[in-house]
């Protein structure tokens, strides 16, 4: 079985899941990234190694929340074919999400305060 095959495989049961469309979608793009990069190899033959190098490479362009999608899609993944006998290891098993730092809250300017007071008071 070819990455794409797996990755059709994969999708269904996702779907069967409750999986929803939107999480389907963002899941089938890094699948096509995935096997862009790798080409349409077995997915026995991907390595923890392959899958650091691949990231390393994707990381340079991507935010760290991005890269941590990236990266979650990768374990799922790896992991549901591992599950399913697939493949006899999980490569992706010890390859962690990168932290991604806390966003900063945006608070209402004083201006904002007295125009939100003004809508609810009259």
Known sequence: MQLTKAWEACKAEKRIEGFSPHTLNAYR??????VRHFQDIKPQS???QGIKDYLAL???GLKPSSLAHRVR??????RWLYEEGH?????????TEPKVGKRIPKFLTER???LIA????G
């Open 46 to 48: 991907v390595t923890t």
């Open 112 to 114: 904002e305060v007295y």
């Open 29 to 34: 793009l890094q699948a096509n990234l995935l």
């Open 58 to 60: 994707s990381s340079e």
């Open 73 to 78: 899609f990768i374990r799922s993944f790896f």
């Open 118 to 121: 003004d809508v609810i008071f």
């Open 87 to 95: 493949i006899t290891t999980n490569p992706a098993a010890k390859i």
